[in-house]
């Protein structure tokens, strides 16, 4: 399920009519949702699925009873399902397929809009919970990170990024402007989802913004010393690999 601006929705419905009120009653009360089409029965449901890619499906009780649709409900799916019933016998039903909600006749402009703030609730909950992930999004040519803090998350521009220092299970992020954050992830979480051409490991503690290098100091490992004063030092398993990027990064040739 993916959150967007608008709620993609499909009814289906043995009931042309019904379809209407559906249809209505979402199109004046709910802007955010697009009625992509209404259907009397299920053949090719499978396909209409592909091709529309639904955030909702509102379907009647008895056509969600017949064996085209009955394989989706017992599968995995991307939509959320809204059960449309002459009565609330089948409602109970309903839920044991992991329905969103169950509306009966005669639908109202409350019973849409009460499935619809349930999608959105339960979107908003996926959608946070995706968040809790790392990830990297790429905008107008710039790298930003996502990341996890104790009162929701930030976004980080990776050219703002000089350095990660691992901590334990946390990691130590350093802006500009001795600006720092603390996630709590191992250092190893970063390595693959910052931009390789940028970023490069110098030690098992250390991760560094290879556009903030101002100086290599050699040694049996040596250290650098970045624009912003600080020292990191380089392990002597890492010095090689580190030299040959910085190498190709500057277009000059350094001496190890």
């Known amino acids: 399920m993916i959150l967007t601006d608008k709620i993609r929705s499909l009814i289906f419905h043995c009931n042309e009519n019904d379809i209407k009120t559906v249809d209505d009653l979402l199109t004046v009360?709910?802007?955010?949702?697009?009625?992509?089409?209404?259907?009397?029965?299920?053949?090719?449901?499978?396909k209409l699925l592909e091709i529309h890619k639904p955030d909702i499906v509102f379907i009647?009780?008895?056509?969600?009873?017949?064996?085209s649709f009955d394989s989706i409900l017992k599968g995995e799916r991307s939509f959320e399902?809204?059960?449309?019933?002459?009565?609330?016998?089948?409602?109970?039903?309903?839920?044991?397929?992991s329905a969103l909600y169950c509306?009966?006749?005669?639908?109202?402009?409350?019973q849409v809009m009460e499935g619809?703030?349930?999608?959105?609730?339960?979107?908003?909950?996926?959608?946070?919970?995706?968040?809790?992930?790392?990830?990297?999004?790429?905008?107008?040519?710039?790298?930003r990170l996502v990341l996890p803090d104790a009162i929701g998350f930030r976004l980080v521009n990776v050219?703002?990024?000089?350095?990660?220092?691992?901590?334990?299970c946390y990691t130590k992020f350093y802006l500009i402007g001795e600006e720092r954050c603390v996630v709590s992830r191992p250092l190893s979480s970063f390595i693959d989802l910052l931009p390789r051409h940028l970023f490069c490991r110098v030690h098992n503690k250390h991760l560094i913004n290879l556009n903030f290098v101002k100086q290599y100091v050699k040694g049996r490992g040596g250290h650098v010393i970045l624009q912003d004063g600080s020292k990191?030092?380089?392990?002597e398993r890492k010095k090689k690999e580190f030299i040959e990027r910085l190498k190709y990064f500057a277009y000059s040739f350094l001496e190890a």
């Open 60 to 67: 009647s009780s008895n056509l969600a009873q017949e064996s």
């Open 81 to 97: 399902i809204i059960f449309m019933t002459e009565n609330d016998e089948f409602a109970i039903q309903a839920f044991k397929f």
């Open 116 to 143: 619809i703030v349930r999608f959105r609730l339960k979107s908003s909950h996926h959608a946070f919970n995706r968040l809790e992930s790392l990830f990297l999004e790429k905008k107008d040519n710039e790298y």
């Open 232 to 235: 990191v030092e380089v392990s």
């Open 29 to 46: 009360n709910c802007e955010d949702v697009i009625v992509l089409g209404g259907h009397t029965s299920t053949d090719g449901i499978g």
């Open 159 to 168: 050219n703002e990024l000089t350095r990660c220092e691992a901590d334990g």
């Open 103 to 110: 509306i009966s006749k005669p639908f109202s402009k409350k």
